[in-house]
Every structure is written in C-alpha cells, then in structure tokens.
C-alpha cells in the first residue's frame, strides 16, 4: 500500500496521518457519521475482546467449585492462561512487523525501530528485552491478582452476579459501557501518575519507550500495573455478571496494545489493512502531556485542554501551553528566592 496517499512523511522519515483525530461524533452533534463511527466501535477491536472473553468464560476457566477455594493451581493457571494470550497478541504483532518487517515503515509514526536505539535507561541496554521481562513479570502477573480476585468473589457469591436471561437489558448495557469506562479510569489514573512524584517513580518506566512497539504496551512500575488493571474491579461493586468484569479486564490487558503498535495501519495483505488506533497514545508518549485518555470516545482531554489532534494548531496550542507552564514554573522559583 501507499501510505502517501492517507499521511505525510518528514525529512526524518517519520510519517503522519492526513486526517485530524475526531471525538465520538454524538459529542459534537455529527449524527450523519454515527453509522460510520459506531462500526469502528464494534468492529474489529471490540468484537476481539469479546471473543476473547467468550474463550476465557467458555472453554479456559477452571471450574467455578474449584475458584472457590484460592489455591496456586489455577492461580498459576490463569498466569500462563494470559501469559499465552499475550504472547500470541503482542508477540505475534512484534515478530511479523518489527521483527520480519512485513511492510516496512509503511505507516509507521516513527521510522526507527526500537532495536536500532539501545539506551542505558533500559534492562539490559534494550527496550525490547526490558519491555517483555515487565511485561511478563510485572503486569501479567498483576493482571491475573485482578482476575484472581474477581472470579474468587462471583464463585463464593460475595459480588452481585445476575443472569443473562433474567438481566440481559442491563448487561448488554454494562457491556457498551465497558469502554466508556475503560477511557474514563484511564485518564484519571493517568492524570495522576503524571504528578511530578508519581512520574519520576512510577509512570517514567512506561514513557522510557518514547518510541513505542508492541512490547511496550504492558511494560509498566508495579504501582501503575496494579491501578491499570483495577479498572474491572468496580463490576464486583454494582450487580453485574463474570463475562462483564472479565470483559472489562480483557479491553485494558490485551487492548493496551492499541496505543503502542506504532503503525497507523497493519497491511494484513496488499489491499486489505487493520487500523490501529494507535495515533492518540502514539502523540501522548512523543509529546508527554497530551492524550491522557482514549482517542475521544469520552473527550475528557478536550474537556481539560489537553487534546492533540495532530494537526499544526494543535501543536501551537500545546507550545504555548508548555510556555505558560514554564513562566508559572519560573516565577514561583522567582517567588522563593525573593523570600530567603
């Protein structure tokens, strides 16, 4: 294919988009582009995460007398249950487009490749070997205490657990929701380990990979692994259903990969590509301070000044914001020296 034709690509060779980031049109009343948005909504990401879900609840628990009692069997289980799932996901993404190079750069925000850079700021000098051991041995483990948690209160009937014949109208509701909710926790977590404190000793592993690739999309400190995945939590705090909560968890552990695939488009054959997604978090790890959220299902960064839509306006609005913080910045130093 022929990125030229839907983006620009600098002299650096960094490519980017032609079209400008849009929110949820019913936010700005653009109920003709309803039809459109709503199928990108379903299709294909979200139709995965339910599918994924539907193996998980069909064929890959264990039983729900067995989740009764916590022991390391199905605890370990369930480990290597979405241990696998990653692997297959992340692993199989990074080998045929960063690895073997399927298509190039074709569509690639930046034309590096996380390999060609070594830096001392990761494991072992390298973002991919740091990105899988954290991933691994960070957030995968923190992701299944989650589901740990979550199966071991609906199997001993400590969470309100309703039936999909008796309650499908709400959970159909709670499953459209899922995703609404998803964006929401993860502005407001991400907001907060933004804070200089929180930055400098947790969130600052996940943006050491400015140059984001599959591997990092779950490459996190322990503390943000753990707020990361708490998202599902909450469904054991309203009535709700298992295949809900385990939904819920499914769009944060295997759909983090939306943001850091680092390509607009994966060319799955020459005619025939798989969008991404990924524009929005991509500008929030190259420029750190914008697109805290999704990529405007709920506009929460356009509510608080903080929406990048890639566009040039965009890019100044951002510059003068940078600018007001720095004066604010120097005269409160300005305000100390004065007082000593």
């Known amino acids: 294919m022929d990125d030229t034709q839907f983006g620009t ?25 309803m039809g459109r948005f709503l199928l990108g909504f379903l299709w294909p990401w979200n139709a995965f995460h339910l599918a994924v879900t539907a193996l998980y609840m069909g064929v890959l628990l264990p039983d729900w007398e067995v989740m009764k009692t916590l022991s390391w069997g199905w605890v370990l289980y369930l480990y290597a249950v979405n241990a696998a799932g990653i692997l297959l996901l992340y692993g199989g993404i990074e080998l045929v487009y960063y690895t073997c190079r399927k298509q190039g750069t074709r569509f690639k925000y930046n034309h590096r490749f996380p390999s060609e850079s070594p830096s001392d700021v990761f494991w072992f000098r390298s973002q991919n070997l740091d990105n899988v051991l ?3 041995f960070v957030s995968v483990p923190l992701w299944t205490l989650v589901l ?15 039936r999909w014949d008796e309650h499908w109208l709400w959970l159909v509701a709670l499953m ?4 609404f909710w998803h964006e929401i926790h993860f502005f407001a977590i991400h907001r907060l380990i933004h804070t200089p404190f929180l930055y400098k000793w947790v969130h600052s592993v996940h943006h050491n990979s400015i140059n984001p690739s599959p591997w990092s999309s779950l490459s996190m ?12 939590l909450w ?20 759909g983090a990969i939306n943001g850091h695939i680092g390509f607009d488009r994966l060319e799955l ?45 965009a890019d100044e609005a951002m510059k003068a914001r940078f600018r ?17």
């Open 269 to 313: 054959t020459d005619t025939v590509p798989l969008e991404s997604h990924a524009y929005a978090h991509y500008l929030h790890h190259k420029y750190f301070e914008v697109n805290y959220g999704g990529d405007g299902l709920v506009p929460l960064d356009q509510w608080f000044g903080s929406w990048h839509d890639g566009s040039k306006e």
């Open 9 to 33: 690509r600098s002299k650096r060779g960094d490519w980017s988009p032609d079209a400008r980031l849009e929110v949820a049109p019913f936010w700005t009343g653009q109920w003709g582009r």
């Open 221 to 232: 400190h322990p503390v943000e692994g753990f707020i990361y995945h708490a998202v599902a």
């Open 148 to 162: 740990v948690v979550i199966l071991w209160a609906y199997a001993n009937s400590w969470a309100s657990w309703l």
């Open 324 to 340: 007001k913080k720095k004066e604010r910045a120097a005269a409160r130093r300005s305000a100390r020296e004065a007082e000593r």
């Open 134 to 136: 954290r991933t691994f």
């Open 176 to 179: 459209l929701w899922a995703p």
């Open 235 to 254: 469904h054991l705090l309203i009535p709700s259903n298992p295949f809900c909560a385990v939904f819920q968890l499914n769009l944060a552990a295997y």
